[in-house]
């Protein structure tokens, strides 16, 4: 089985969705945030602090290189991935790429209790969600498929996964 991989805006789901997804098909949940901790010995929000963002999406490609040729994941990407093409070419080597969606608003909402994502640790962060999703738009559009997560609930997110899974599998055989 490949890796089925989320990409998506902060916010979209993707960590939720991507563990109850692993869980539904007996398969191994992979962050690649957590991997650049780990990796790193620091939260996300240390490195950019004290090596900048470059250096983050650095690592991050460095992980992505490293798990995109293992087999039977579900991969839970950090928002930025798709900044380099670098790492959607190789997530989609191996895997079906899935991008979760959600209007600003939500992502808003979604995102304003916690305070470890660094790019909205600013003082205006409705703006800058705003700029960041105008500019990756067309970095997310790359997926194989989308889905807008803002009106479905968690196991609908997760069941319509699954079909476009199954799909996928069955026009390739
Ligand atoms: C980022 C998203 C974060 C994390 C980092 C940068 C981004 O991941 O990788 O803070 O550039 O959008 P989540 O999308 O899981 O919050």
Request: hydrophobic letters at 35%.
């Amino acid at each position: 089985m490949k890796n089925i991989v989320l990409i998506g805006f902060m916010g979209t789901g993707k960590t939720t969705i991507a563990t109850r997804l692993a869980h539904r098909l007996g398969m191994k949940y992979v962050s690649t945030d957590d991997l650049i901790e780990r990796r790193e010995r620091r939260t996300i929000n240390e490195i950019f602090k004290s090596s900048g963002e470059d250096y983050f999406r650095d690592v991050e490609s460095s992980v992505i290189r490293d798990i995109c040729c293992i087999d039977g994941q579900v991969i839970d990407t950090g928002g930025g991935a798709v900044i380099r093409d670098e790492n959607l070419s190789n997530l989609k080597s191996n895997g079906i790429v899935i991008c979760l969606t959600a209007d600003e608003q939500t992502i808003m909402e979604r995102t304003k209790k916690y305070k470890h994502r660094p790019l909205l640790n600013c003082e205006d962060p409705k703006r800058r969600i705003k700029d960041l999703l105008a500019k990756r738009a067309p970095l997310y559009a790359r997926a194989d498929h989308t889905i807008d997560t803002g009106k479905l609930t968690v196991r609908q997110v997760v069941e319509e996964i699954v079909r476009i899974v199954e799909e996928s599998k069955s026009k390739k055989s």
